[in-house]
């Protein structure tokens, strides 16, 4: 029985032995406070702030060129690209049931023209013949009455054949303005109609040199855009190639999808080697801020919060969404605040700071307690298992 109690013993002093020697060897591995953070410089430097919008390139002045009479294209003297000036014929419509039409209203004209001879004729003779008292004051009346219907008769029959004329100089399309043509929507054969709404032949731009850009930002973002900005672009045409613009309009009317509020922007853009064609998308940038030999912080410095170890420095003021909101003296302006920790004494310690704009990886920042090059945290590194480090707020579980 004693034999049986000795080796119990031994296997508990082993077990204690190999325990031990464990718990020192995984002491000897752990990591030292500046090895558990993450840390990054605080630097000096400018920065700005931009906002990003998509948009399409379009020409300062598209024409479209339409019909104001129906007929089958007859004649077609321009296609894409094609330049054209000020009254250069386009194109051309059949005119065979015009032709017609003009005819019979100039034979109403003549008709009409006779009828007027003979009533004033009438009326020539009828007022002679009534200073003679030949006749009587009513028949003088009934053709004087005549001659004027006479007379309304020809104007009636006279405005018919201008219209018919007018219609006829319609079937020939001239180009209402100098430019290059972007879009032909016709060919030769294709019957057109105008019953219902002008249709469009063709589009013309006027001076491809000038382009602007049609986009729309967010209602976050429209508050920090004016007009006169400089703005810069991206084409997928031009990828390594950057373009500059000017803002030209910031429209007032808004546009609403799925309750998110968009407003249009207009961009103007100096197109000197007409290489940024029409309905190419431009990838847009705005810089609404820009400071120089500012302090600046990683982003995530902003974010960090400590779970390794716990704060015992904290003050009384509690952070609220996500920002700081410090005592503001009567006469101070309105200014974000936020916090950032230093590694003091092994140990994380917040630091107070007014929080500047932000170019979406670094965000300037104003602290009389940091300056350049001290070390913030950005994060946690992480430690071997059994140490204090390797605890996070995420502790997951495992069941047998």
Known sequence: MSKIIKKIIIAIVLLALVGAGFYYYKKSKALLPEQLYKQQDITQGDIAQNVAANGTLNPVTLINVGTQVSGLVKKLYVDFNSHVEKGQILLELDDSLLIPQIAQSEASVRSAQASLDLAQANEVRNRMLYSQEYVAKQDLDTSVQALKVARAQLD????????????LGYTIIRSPVSGVVVNRTVDVGQTVASNFQTPTLIQIAQDLSKMQIDTSFAEADIGNIKEGQVVKFNVDAFPNRDFNGVVKQVRLNPTVTTNVVTYDVVVSVDNP????????????SITVAKHDKVLLVPNAA??????????????????KNGQWQGKKKPDQADVAKGK?????????V???????????????????????????????NQADSGTPAASSGNMKFRMF
């Open 273 to 284: 080697e007409q290489i940024l064609l029409p309905g190419m998308t431009a990838y847009v």
């Open 156 to 167: 009636t029959a006279l405005s018919q054949l201008r219209h018919d004329k007018t219609n």
């Open 340 to 348: 950032v920790y230093v590694l003091t004494d092994g140990k994380p």
């Open 350 to 380: 917040p630091v107070h700071v007014t929080v500047g704009i932000s170019d979406g990886k670094l965000t300037e920042i104003n602290s009389d307690k940091l300056k350049e090059n001290d070390k913030v945290i950005v994060g946690e």
């Open 302 to 319: 902003l974010r960090y919060k400590p779970t390794l170890q716990t704060d015992n420095q904290t003050t009384q003021e509690k952070p």
